[in-house]
């Protein structure tokens, strides 16, 4: 989701202090937890001031969400931020030594940290189309944190208006690189095209006519450690910015299709954004669609609120269900 559409979104975030039991931690799923969102922010202003424009999350929090049952936090950034200027450079040292402050903070507490480029597959705006360069910017990311398996990497959030077989090969770049630095016992998620929908998976096209299904099943990973990470809102374009969902078992309905391309195809899951708002058909559709991916825990391996981060507004709440 965008960090610019966040005012409407926290009205639907609230929904979190209204459903502390749907959203503790449940048993058969490897992976439950929040996005951390602020370290992207600002995207107007790069590289943009720390504290001014953009933000990194408080560590002592982390160990509220851990003590809850928590134990996967997204944390999102810019990959602008992050290499600067062009994607085969090197990492800038500031953000990368607050970036590796968090993530060893989490891990250290035994929690996994998911290091996720909130960039949509662009580069200053650009598509990325460049393999290589995109395979250098993940080598150079995944060498500093080759010797820690609790991180988990994540290629981009939500690919989108684009070329689905161009999604795949940026996708499998991305693997490459990461394991080409040694970084090979970490879990890497995959995101498709189309904003990474679930519900879309198997019928929305790419500029290239093709469906994230036609695309994304034949990548390769040398540790066969990959995730493909969907996302799954639960108003009716699926945006997660209204405040009604679409009816109680919207959830479940939508991940149909997803959970049958995984299964047929051998692949795990994770749900890495969804949210639903403060009304009683939007919390009855959360765990409804919760409840379905731990029938289906064969193939979904978790699922992480969307959002938190000390930006995000008092209103919005993770905190107060964490209580
Ligand atoms: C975090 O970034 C700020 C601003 O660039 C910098 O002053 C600080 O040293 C960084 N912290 C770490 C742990 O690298
Ligand atoms: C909820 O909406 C979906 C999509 O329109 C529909 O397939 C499903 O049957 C609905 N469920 C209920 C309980 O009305
Ligand atoms: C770990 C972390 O940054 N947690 C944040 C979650 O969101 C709340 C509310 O925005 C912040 O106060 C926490 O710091």
Not at 94 to 109: A, M, P, R, W
Not at 214 to 236: A, E, F, P, R, V
Not at 249 to 273: D, Q, Y
Request: charged content about 15%; some cysteine.
């Amino acid at each position: 989701m965008r960090w610019s559409t966040y005012l409407t979104a926290s009205c639907l975030l609230a929904f979190a202090a209204a459903a502390p039991s749907a959203l503790k931690k449940r048993s058969k799923l490897q992976f439950f937890g929040v996005n951390e969102s602020g370290a992207e922010f600002g995207t107007g202003n790069i590289p943009g001031v720390y504290g001014t424009d953009y933000t990194w999350y408080t560590l002592s929090t982390y160990d509220t969400f851990i003590k809850d049952g928590f134990n996967t936090f997204r944390l999102n950034l810019l990959m602008e931020r992050l290499v600067p200027n062009k994607m085969t450079g090197p990492a800038d040292t500031h953000y990368l030594g607050n970036l590796t402050q968090q993530v060893n903070y989490i891990t250290g507490k035994g929690a996994y940290a998911i290091i996720c480029p909130h960039n949509y597959g662009r580069y200053y705006n650009n598509i990325i189309t460049s393999t290589s360069d995109f395979q250098a910017f993940w080598k150079t990311v995944a060498t500093a944190f080759k010797g820690n398996s609790k991180v988990i990497f994540d290629t981009n959030n939500e690919y989108h208006d684009m070329s689905g077989t161009l999604v795949a090969q940026l996708n499998q770049a991305a693997i490459n690189g990461i394991r080409a630095a040694g970084a090979t016992s970490q879990y890497i998620t995959v995101e498709g095209n189309a904003y990474t929908g679930a519900w879309t998976w198997t019928t929305a096209t790419g500029t290239d006519g093709k469906t994230n299904a036609q695309t994304m099943g034949s990548l390769t990973d040398s540790s066969n450690k990959l995730i493909y990470q969907m996302h799954q809102y639960l108003d009716s374009d699926g945006s997660g910015t209204a405040t009604t969902c679409v009816n109680t078992t919207i959830g479940s309905t939508r991940l149909v299709a997803a959970t049958n391309w995984l299964r047929a195809n051998g692949k795990k899951g994770l749900i890495g954004e969804y949210a639903g708002a403060v009304n009683s058909v939007c919390e009855a559709a959360v765990k409804d669609m919760l409840a379905y991916i731990d029938k289906n825990s064969d193939v979904w391996t978790g699922a992480l609120w969307w959002s938190a981060g000390p930006w995000w507004g008092e209103s919005i709440m993770l905190l107060t269900f964490v209580q």
